[in-house]
């Protein structure tokens, strides 16, 4: 049996041991959330988003489910309240510092604040073997800033807690720092952005604006980037980065006031995103995303998850 055959079985088996989890019910004792738990999801109105609202609404929490999109928001909240579910509907546009600063101040009014941010929005131009940057700033900016700009607004907002609040990036291993295939090829730079010591916002800020600036000069393809949905990749790259700088940051907070940060990547999904040619069921896509913002005592901080799973960024 060759590597490639092995790998798929072990993803195959590692599939089959979530899928056994998914059935088994939380305890009373892993309970530590309510009705008044609140959770608020971007882009959920499809796909992997929409999926992590259903399995939350299910678990018995308060869902925000927010899109840019409000007519295909108020579609997915019907779909949900058809299903028996009771999820709460705003509009949200990542990207829009004003739409976010409405939400933010509709939240505070309304809720008080949230307890679990699941950062789901972003978009993916490429298909297939596509690998084309003529969306690049759309996509650094959906899926990085937007990300970026919903932490940033959201944490004065988020509740104290003994069990601690939870952020979840929903990231890729497309944008893996040291993986085998599809990392940046600039030595130096990976190990720049590996010194978790060292990390600042503005070594990820100047890393997705030199690629910004090569996209608009062409010298991108000769720049050690990801060869493979590069512009995606290099904003999952971002957003990995991105989790373990506000880990770092937040790790200081006392008992009581804690808020814990990671990323996870849902495997390769049929979704809109991937042109439904992925090997995951929706379902299996958001478990980990799912699993992380309920995790009854928190040992993740910081981390890139996956299955279930601490993986390597």
């Known amino acids: 049996m060759g590597n490639k055959e092995k790998a798929k079985e072990r993803r195959e088996k590692r599939l089959q041991e979530i899928r056994f989890q998914m059935t088994v019910p939380y305890s009373d004792n892993q309970r530590w959330w309510s009705k008044e738990t609140v959770a608020v999801v971007t882009g959920g109105n499809r796909g992997i988003g929409f999926e992590i609202c259903r399995q939350l609404a299910v678990h018995g929490l308060t869902v925000i489910l927010t899109s840019r999109d409000s007519s295909a928001g ?41 307890d ?34 919903m932490i940033e607004a959201t944490l004065p907002l988020m509740k104290p807690s003994l069990v601690g609040a939870r952020i979840v990036n929903v990231s890729s291993r497309l944008g893996r720092l040291n993986g085998r295939r599809n990392r940046i090829s600039n030595v130096a730079l990976r190990e720049e952005l590996s010194d978790v010591e060292s990390l600042t916002d503005e070594l990820i800020d100047r890393t ?21 949905y590069t512009d995606y990749s290099v904003s999952k790259l971002a957003v990995n980065a991105y989790t373990r700088l506000m880990a770092r940051k937040l790790s200081e907070r006392p008992e009581g006031q804690k808020i814990y940060i990671n990323c996870y990547c849902p495997g390769w999904v049929k979704t809109a995103l991937t042109g439904y040619a992925g090997n995951n069921t929706v379902e299996e896509g958001a478990d980990t995303g799912v699993w992380l913002a309920l995790l009854s005592v928190q040992t993740f901080m910081g981390k890139f998850c996956a299955e279930r799973r601490e993986i390597n960024f």
Do not use: M
Request: proline share 1%; hydrophobic share 35%; charged share 15%.
């Open 208 to 228: 997705v604006s030199t690629f910004l600036q090569q996209v608009e000069d062409g010298t991108w393809t000769t720049s050690g980037w990801p060869q493979v």
């Open 116 to 149: 679990i941010l699941v950062n789901n929005a972003g978009v993916n131009f490429n298909l297939g073997s596509d690998n084309s940057v003529e969306n690049a700033h759309k996509v650094i900016e959906t899926n990085y800033y937007g990300i970026k700009n």
């Open 74 to 114: 108020v579609e997915s909240i019907k779909s949900l309240e058809e299903g028996g579910l009771c999820v709460v509907y705003h509009q949200l546009d990542v990207v829009d510092h004003s739409s976010i600063n409405q939400f933010v101040e509709w939240l505070r009014e309304n809720y008080g604040g949230l």
